[in-house]
C-alpha cells in the first residue's frame, strides 16, 4: 500500500494561517488514534510537532495544532513565521497482518 | 538532555549487509518506557519507518523490508543496531535512529539523531 497522501507544497505568507493534509484509509488514519506530525529542517535532527492526532509535545508552540475527520488528518499552522519553512510529514500506524507505521510523502511548506 | 548518535559505514557495496549502531547517551532514561526505532530517507524522497524494538527485543518490521531487515537493543551498552541484508542502490538513504515517546512500538518518534547517510555503490 501506498504511503499516506500529502499536498506536495504550500505556501503562505508571514502571520497567514495555512493547513496540511494528510489522507489515508480506515486500516491507518481513519481507524485509530495514532497519527503523528514531524518538521524536518535541512540538516537538523527531525523534530516531533504532534503525537495521538492534535497532542503538542512540550516546547512545540502553540501556533501548531492538530485534528482528523475520517481518513483525513490535518496539521495547522497558525501566525506564519520564517522559521516555520521546512518539510512536514505525517506518519501513521496501519493495521494488517503485519502492522507497522506509515509516512506520508512529505510537503515542503514555504513562507513568502 | 539524551542525544541519539548514528554509526556504521557510509559505503556498502551491492549485495552486501548494511550494519548500522544507534548510541544514546546523555541524562538517564528508562528504556522500558521507550521502543527504539530506525527510519530511513533516500535523497529527494520521503521519509520510511523501517522498524522498532522493544527492550525484551521484540521487534516490529514495516512489511516490504521485513525480509531483509533486523533490529536489536543492548541495553547495557545504551546501543540498539539496524542490519540490512543484500542490498541495493534504492537502499541508498539517509538512516535516522529515533526513540518513541511511548512504549508502543508505533508511538511517535519524539528523540532523534542527526541521521547518518548510507550509499550502496560498488
Known amino acids: 500500500q501506498p504511503a499516506l497522501t500529502q499536498p506536495a507544497s504550500v505556501s503562505g505568507s508571514p502571520g497567514q494561517s495555512i493547513t496540511i493534509s494528510c489522507t489515508g484509509t480506515g486500516s491507518d488514519v481513519g481507524g485509530y488514534n495514532f497519527v503523528s506530525w514531524y518538521q524536518l529542517h535541512p540538516g537538523k535532527v527531525p523534530k516531533l510537532m504532534i503525537h495521538d492526532v492534535s497532542h503538542r509535545p512540550a516546547g512545540v508552540s502553540n501556533r501548531f495544532s492538530a485534528s482528523k475527520s475520517g481518513n483525513t488528518a490535518s496539521l495547522t499552522i497558525s501566525g506564519l513565521q520564517a522559521e516555520d519553512e521546512a518539510d512536514y510529514y505525517c506518519a501513521s500506524y496501519r493495521s494488517g497482518d503485519y502492522p507497522h507505521v506509515v509516512f506520508g510523502g512529505g510537503t515542503k511548506l514555504t513562507v513568502l | 538532555q539524551l542525544q541519539l548518535q548514528e554509526s556504521g559505514p557510509g559505503l556498502v557495496k551491492p549485495s552486501e549487509t548494511l550494519s548500522l549502531t544507534c548510541t544514546v547517551s546523555?541524562?538517564?532514561?528508562?528504556?522500558?518506557?521507550?521502543?527504539w526505532g530506525w527510519v530511513r530517507q533516500p535523497p529527494g524522497k520521503a521519509l520510511e519507518w523501517i522498524g522498532t524494538v522493544y527492550e525484551s527485543g521484540s521487534t516490529y518490521y514495516t512489511p516490504s523490508l521485513r525480509s531483509r531487515v533486523s533490529i536489536s537493543v543492548d541495553i547495557p551498552k545504551k546501543q540498539f543496531s539496524l542490519r540490512l541484508s543484500s542490498v541495493t542502490a534504492a537502499d541508498t538513504a539517509r538512516y535516522f535512529c529515533a526513540r518513541t515517546n511511548g512504549g508502543t512500538y508505533y508511538d511517535a518518534f519524539d528523540m532523534w539523531g542527526l541521521g547518518t547517510m548510507v550509499t550502496v555503490s560498488s
Open positions: 546523555g541524562v538517564s532514561t528508562s528504556v522500558s518506557s521507550h521502543c
